[in-house]
């Protein structure tokens, strides 16, 4: 069975051989055929490079514990600085520098500088500015009384908005002087010896025994704080003590009590409150 399987494969090939011989296109044809039916060998892909080892991996951040917020801490607020005391002279300066107004420095004595009776920025009192319908005035005062600066100072302002508009309201006439009297003296409330010391003793009182209103070259009309005379110098001196009351922290007259009962008299005493007042 070898010898014809043997023999049958020479036959064929001399076929083949002799059909070459005679027929050249047609196996030149055959292997062309061949060759594009044969399967163009597979590309490869270029050669996997060598593993590169890894990169360390990072350890996973610990997760955050939540802590308590704290508020920034602000920083301290600066100190207030304490209030200057006022320059020697300051007020009497103020004061001076108004036109009408007539003062001037009481001079260096042992009562103004007494303990008890210390009067700071002592002044002579003359005359104080007011207005006038024709222009600036003034009020006197007589005698001239020894004053602190700020009692010279808040009378100058209730002479200005209070007396002279009570005056020309009530009696149709200008405000020209009063009549005053205890000043600074360094005394005792009533001159009673166990009472506390007086407004008075500091310069920060005043009494006032009676108003003068009108020009003097045609007589001035005088109203005593203790003998008015009639209803309407009544109503004024009633008027006047109301004012007082709001501008002053003391208002004392006749019928408080016996010490007061011939005057008026307007301190500036330091109270609790600045709406604290004493009226009588």
Same mark, same amino acid.
């Given at each position: 069975?070898?010898?014809?399987?043997?023999?049958?494969?020479?036959?064929?090939?001399?076929?083949?051989?002799?059909?070459?011989?005679?027929? $050249?296109? &047609?196996?030149? /044809?055959? %292997?062309?055929?061949?060759?594009?039916?044969?399967?163009?060998?597979?590309?490869? =892909? @270029? *050669?996997?490079?060598?593993?590169?080892?890894?990169?360390?991996?990072?350890?996973?951040a610990p997760n955050p514990v939540p802590q308590a917020s704290?508020?920034?801490?602000?920083?301290?607020?600066?100190?207030?600085?304490?209030?200057?005391?006022?320059?020697?002279?300051?007020?009497?300066?103020?004061?001076?520098?108004?036109?009408?107004?007539?003062?001037?420095?009481?001079?260096?004595?042992?009562?103004?500088?007494?303990?008890?009776?210390?009067?700071?920025? $002592?002044? &002579?009192?003359? /005359?104080? %500015?007011?207005?006038?319908?024709?222009?600036?005035?003034?009020?006197?005062?007589? =005698? @001239? *009384?020894?004053?602190?600066?700020?009692?010279?100072?808040?009378?100058?302002?209730?002479?200005?908005?209070?007396?002279?508009?009570?005056?020309?309201?009530?009696?149709?006439?200008?405000?020209?002087?009063?009549?005053?009297?205890?000043?600074?003296?360094?005394?005792?409330?009533?001159?009673?010896?166990?009472?506390?010391?007086?407004?008075?003793?500091?310069?920060?009182?005043?009494?006032?025994?009676?108003?003068?209103?009108?020009?003097?070259?045609?007589?001035?009309?005088?109203?005593?704080?203790?003998?008015?005379?009639?209803?309407?110098?009544?109503?004024?001196?009633?008027?006047?003590?109301?004012?007082?009351?709001?501008?002053?922290?003391?208002?004392?007259?006749?019928?408080?009590?016996?010490?007061?009962?011939?005057?008026?008299?307007?301190?500036?005493?330091?109270?609790?409150?600045?709406?604290?007042?004493?009226?009588?």
């Open positions: 069975m070898r010898a014809q399987l043997v023999r049958r494969t020479g036959v064929a090939l001399t076929l083949i051989a002799a059909t070459s011989l005679l027929f $050249p296109e &047609i196996t030149i /044809a055959i %292997a062309r055929e061949g060759a594009q039916a044969r399967p163009a060998p597979a590309t490869l =892909p @270029p *050669p996997r490079p060598a593993k590169l080892p890894s990169p360390p991996v990072a350890p996973a704290v508020a920034p801490r602000s920083s301290p607020a600066p100190a207030v600085p304490a209030t200057a005391p006022a320059k020697a002279g300051s007020c009497l300066s103020a004061l001076a520098a108004i036109s009408g107004n007539k003062l001037r420095a009481a001079p260096p004595s042992a009562s103004l500088t007494a303990e008890g009776c210390r009067v700071v920025e $002592p002044v &002579i009192v003359e /005359a104080l %500015a007011v207005r006038r319908p024709d222009g600036a005035g003034s009020i006197k005062l007589v =005698p @001239p *009384p020894t004053l602190s600066c700020d009692m010279a100072r808040a009378l100058s302002a209730w002479f200005d908005s209070a007396l002279v508009p009570l005056a020309r309201g009530a009696l149709d006439k200008e405000l020209a002087s009063l009549r005053v009297g205890g000043g600074h003296e360094c005394r005792r409330r009533n001159r009673q010896a166990q009472t506390p010391m007086s407004e008075h003793a500091t310069g920060r009182a005043l009494d006032i025994f009676a108003f003068q209103l009108g020009e003097e070259r045609q007589g001035r009309l005088e109203i005593s704080v203790e003998k008015p005379q009639g209803l309407v110098q009544t109503r004024f001196l009633d008027a006047v003590r109301q004012s007082a009351c709001g501008a002053f922290m003391t208002a004392l007259g006749p019928g408080s009590d016996a010490a007061h009962a011939n005057h008026l008299h307007v301190d500036i005493q330091q109270r609790r409150t600045n709406s604290s007042r004493f009226c009588q």
